[in-house]
């Protein structure tokens, strides 16, 4: 069984950075696929970055391709996001979750992934 927990999340300015982790519980975190999503009011939860299980392979939103890096550590089982030149457009409820299908590459798709954490809230003021 796998939990995720994110944590990070806050109210900042635009242009600043913010550093989102989350931390998974249970043995088998290190073989999945992971990845961080977001959902502002009104709109549909979308794929923000993603990551393959050991690490080598990402994939990220055209909206946040050079400011947003995706990491992760296995053997601490956590997943990072960290997020650089906050724009206002990124606040959203941030989520990071987990495919178990145990396949080997990236992730995209929102119904691929069967494990979610709470969330976190992201605020960028202008």
């Known amino acids: 069984q796998v939990r995720l927990v994110e944590s990070g999340g806050g109210l900042v300015q635009a242009g600043d950075s913010l550093r989102l982790s989350c931390a998974a519980s249970?043995?088998?975190?290190?073989?999945?696929?992971m990845g961080w999503f977001r959902q502002a009011p009104g709109k549909e939860r979308e794929v923000v970055a993603a990551?393959?299980?050991?690490?080598?392979?990402?994939y990220y939103a055209d909206s946040v391709k050079g400011r947003f890096t995706i990491s992760r550590d296995n053997a601490k089982n956590t997943g990072d996001l960290q997020m650089n030149s906050l724009k206002a457009e990124d606040t959203a409820v941030y989520y990071c979750?987990?495919?178990?299908?145990?396949?080997?590459?990236?992730?995209?798709?929102?119904?691929?992934?069967?494990?979610w954490g709470q969330g976190t809230q992201v605020t960028v003021s202008s």
């Open positions: 979750a987990a495919d178990r299908s145990l396949h080997t590459g990236v992730e995209v798709r929102t119904t691929a992934y069967d494990v």
């Open positions: 990551i393959n299980w050991s690490g080598d392979s990402t």
């Open positions: 249970g043995r088998t975190f290190s073989r999945y696929a």
